[in-house]
């Protein structure tokens, strides 16, 4: 719904492409539009730079020479985890770009190590000072950054074509507005505020935002990834559990528990307490991975633990798109969503082109980070080149609806509508092991969340960016459940109990969207074009 705009902004902008999230993709987005002659103007919710999951750790990457071999490997390795539903054409774009971008990090200065042999290791990045450097090079590129400034909603013009956001500053409470050409969405995933780390920005805002303009999402499905955390930790980093024995309490081995089956993990922690050592690490290799992954003996150390030699509790932390593969559809290589003007980058975006329906972890995750972010940025400039004479006269409207409209006068308990939607996406019985019932019980609860979301509102600016949030994790979880209901089968992360065999004839994408009636179809591999639609939850 179109809503005629107030005039009390405090801070009124205009700019040819607007980038909104300052993590990885969308300081990726930010230099390459700039680089293509754009004006740029990068809005963020914390500080850019600082927040989001890939500034708060050690970051591996999909990074692989351009060998042949090495690359078939590479491609070949995720295909089956992820239920073939990725494509090799994307997955060799990524491969390229990446390759090229990385080794820009390293012609700005990012300080690669060298392995045995002398020759830089670039295959992994860390946060702080990836992301110290990306904030360096957009400023020096000339964007315009708006830190600690959230955006609330999209603005639209008589043609339905995004042209920009309003937002608040988190400090100060001055609101903003932006009028641009084209807008990059690059707010990264869901985590639903699980407490994952480096995940407490991360609630879904964008999804919310591109729906609201009639974007669609895809994949949503496969957003049900947990990360292995201590129990009293928010570390979910989990290579190193490659090398840990995970027992129960009294000290004997779970049989068939590991790193790369969590299911059993998460079975077990139905029942009582998981315990892991990560006694499987050779003496050799343990002060090399101290250095690599600093943050995850943080906790360990500050509580007198020896990971290496003392057992200790573990949990699974939900860590939803964050992890998974769902997002916004993008529907050619520009990263271009549905909607005119709207495009979309990094965990904002569907990630199924290249992990299918499973997590691409870490490296490919970063990898497309990397590259839907150059791509998007590029091609946001371009699309923004394209409009000449009209960037100067189009009208444009608000197009946020839950809680930034609402004639009732009941007020909203934020809080208890976060603590109900967690209710019903943490549990393993609900989300990892999902049966028709579960999915069904826990969607009707969700869909009289969003109606009591819809019939409220809020009296402050501070209580809104939370109500958005709030509203954004009914939204995704909605989605979520509802693809899932439709994906009649097991497939990459998918588990459902009902249909435990992958089911050959299901080998398509599922598109969801909508606000108060949410739709699902299914899209065939490779293609834009989508069969006919089936009804998903309604309100």
């Known amino acids: 719904m179109l809503k005629t705009l107030t005039t009390d902004f405090e801070l009124e902008l205009e700019g040819d492409v607007l980038v909104i999230g300052g993590g990885p993709a969308g300081t990726w987005a930010a230099w390459s539009a700039a680089s293509s002659g754009a004006r740029v103007i990068l809005v963020d919710k914390g500080y850019c730079g600082t927040t989001g999951c890939a500034a708060a750790s050690g970051n591996g990457v999909w990074y692989v020479p351009p060998d042949p071999e090495a690359r078939e490997t590479a491609k070949a390795s995720r295909e089956s985890l992820g239920g073939f539903l990725s494509d090799r054409n994307w997955m060799d774009r990524v491969l390229n770009q990446t390759y090229v971008n990385v080794n820009q990090l390293a012609e700005w200065g990012y300080p690669f190590p060298t392995d045995d042999d002398g020759k830089p290791y670039r295959r992994s990045l860390q946060g702080p000072e990836y992301m110290r450097l990306m904030r360096r090079q957009i400023q020096r590129a000339g964007v315009k950054i708006l830190d600690n400034s959230p955006a609330l909603e999209l603005l639209v013009d008589d043609d339905g074509a995004v042209a920009g956001a309003t937002g608040v ?38 999804y919310l935002m591109a729906a609201e303009a009639g974007a669609e999402m895809s994949g949503m499905e496969f957003s049900n990834a947990y990360g292995i955390s201590p129990a009293f930790s928010s570390v979910t980093k989990t290579l190193f559990y490659n090398w840990a024995t995970f027992t129960y309490e009294d000290g004997s081995v779970i049989p068939g528990a590991s790193s790369h089956r969590r299911s059993v993990i998460a079975q077990t922690l139905l029942q009582q307490p998981v315990y892991a050592i990560i006694d499987k690490a050779a003496e050799s290799m343990r002060p090399s991975m101290r250095l690599a992954q600093p943050n995850f003996f943080l906790p360990f150390d500050r509580a007198g633990i020896d990971p290496f030699t003392q057992r200790f509790p573990v949990t699974l932390r939900l860590e939803g798109t964050v992890r998974g593969t769902g997002g916004i559809r993008i529907v050619d290589e520009s990263c271009a969503s549905s909607v005119r003007g709207l495009y979309a980058a990094g965990d904002a975006a569907t990630r199924e082109l290249i992990c299918g329906g499973f997590t691409g972890g870490g490296s490919h995750n970063a990898a497309w980070a990397i590259s839907s972010g150059y791509w998007s940025g590029k091609s946001a400039a371009e699309y923004a080149r394209s409009l000449g004479e009209q960037k100067t006269q189009r009208l444009v409207l608000g197009v946020g609806e839950v809680v930034l409209q609402s004639g009732s006068d009941r007020s909203l308990a934020t809080d208890e509508v976060i603590q109900a939607v967690q209710a019903e996406v943490f549990p393993y019985e609900k989300n990892y092991f999902r049966t028709e019932q579960g999915l069904t019980e826990s969607l009707g609860k969700l869909n009289h969340l969003w109606q009591e979301l819809r019939s409220s509102h809020v009296s402050s600016d501070k209580e809104l960016i939370r109500a958005r949030e709030a509203a954004a994790m009914v939204a995704t979880a909605r989605w979520m459940y509802s693809s899932a209901i439709e994906r009649k089968e097991t497939r990459g992360m998918h588990k459902h109990q009902d249909y435990p065999e992958l089911d050959a004839n299901q080998q398509h994408h599922l598109i969801s969207g909508g606000l108060d009636q949410v739709w699902v179809k299914s899209q065939p591999l490779h293609s834009t074009e989508k069969s006919q639609s089936k009804i998903g939850a309604l309100v």
């Open 169 to 206: 500053n988190r400090q100060t409470g001055e609101k903003w507005i932006v009028r641009s050409q084209s807008t990059i969405i690059a707010t990264g995933g869901c985590a639903f505020l699980s407490k994952a780390l480096g995940c407490n920005v991360l609630t879904g805002d964008g």
